[in-house]
């Protein structure tokens, strides 16, 4: 079988876990194999994850920098490329402090606790074609769940502190954690439902087309869910303009107050790679995963996400903070319905794909939102006068 | 009003500076980050700093008389000064010790305002540092004795006026040596300022 170089080029990382995985075949049994197997997937992610978080922070760091006009590191390195590892050596050599009256496992168990569902979620990511770790039927059931569970860990290390700051941030934490998850849930859904499967993988494959354009935010609801999803996504990472669980102008550091190190470090490392998977997880929902014409999918993927993130950082350089009860009201007032009238419209699509249908959505989408503008319109009472009495 | 306009708006602004911030100059819209070391901004001309003592030729020739005018009218009082002494102790009209503490000095430049020998100036040089702070800034006459080009070329307009104006009034100082066959010999109570050769 003849294949073209582009075919070797996307597959370089495959083609080279098979050929180190035939090498070990030679001369060891086929238990130490898929051990390996294993085991080669699981180094990969385990290294990514910090790496990437590492030069996230430096990203991150330059584009606000850029946004407010100045340059951001640069001395370190050449354009500071060794910020991050200068920052990591003064993370490790930092003092840890325990606060005396703190419940000390569970404020040694939270950051370590965090890092888990944050790692485990990169499994279900389909990093490119036939890079998914594991092809798992329930993938993005898998995510939603583990995604869940940073919550716990947030409250863990804001409860064990025992400063009124920390519990403070942790509740906020759970509040809005928990509130944004269901929009972000209920925005998948209609992914899943064209797609007709909850695995990452068959979700990508079924937005191909000519030229592998066919992702589902050219469709009207496509472009609302990727929108719900991404603005819960950034909710459910605690970033900016929805990091009431850290708000430093409040709450000093919020959950992470009493926390130093390399302890602190863990929920930074945490926090940044969450960030990048539900990146991810929304290029591959919504803006066809590693779909794309010409370059490598491995390519497409990435290209992808890091689009996503500076759209967050954007978004971080722009937007001052929520009050609480925005925060909560636009997740159930707002967010939520639209959520349920964009599955009724992906059912619509799902009959008629053709310009009525755009015609129809668009219209059934204006007036949801005006009605929903107008519900959720704050009220403002009315300023009383006091006549002086003469 | 379309709802949502106004969170538009507001990215729009951020992505304006994110992007002149790579092409524009500092005025309008890009980075004014002076990057120090390196890169520095000018000093202007009349940017004053601590005090430094002029010499005209040669460090021999030192434009300070010793006459004390500055320690007096220096406010915190960091200026101190010694008349040197000839051999026969007789008072020369030049410092034996002239140390200014760049500690204490509040940068006001009035010993350079007082100065009726126009010895006294304020220096540009504004990167002083020293291990400790009693010792380590108080500076020297050799230390603080700079030359009348370095002058010129750290205030140009000032250095050149005082330069006019001493060489106008050693015109006339001449001229009248030059009228006046046999001068008499008490010359004190006139204009301060004679240079005395030898």
Redesign the interface.
Known sequence: MIRSWEFYVDMIFVTAKAWILSLLGRFLPDWIVVLASITISGVVILCLGPVIMMYLTLLERKVIGRIQNRYGPNRVGKWGLLQPIADGIKMFTKEDIVPANADKIVHLLAPIVIVVPALMIFLVVPFGERMTAVNLNIGLLFFIAVSSVTILPIFMGSWASRNKYSLLGGMRTAAQMISYEIPMTLAVVPAIMMSQSLSTNTIVLAQTGDFDLHWFIFTPWGIVGFIIFFLCATAECNRPPFDLPEAESELVAGFHTEYSGMKFALFYMAEYMNAFTLCGIAATLFLGGWQGPFLPSWLWFFGKTFLLICVMIWFRGTFPRFRVDHLMGFAWKFLLPLTLINILLTALWQFTSNLTAWLWSILILGISLWILVKLNRTFVPEKRHYPLES | MI?GMG?FK??M???K??LT??VCKPDN?????V?YPEEREKVIENFRNFPFLVYDETPEKIRCVACGICERECPPKCIHIEMALDAAGKPTRKPAVFDVDYGLCMNCGMCEDVCPFDSIFMDHAFEVTAPEQSEGLVRHKERLMKSNEYFQKVRPTLASAIDQKRKASEDKKKAAAAQAPAPPPPSAGGPPAKQEPK
């Open positions: 709802f969170v507001g990215m602004v951020t992505l500076n994110f911030s790579y819209g890009g980075i004014f980050t990057q």
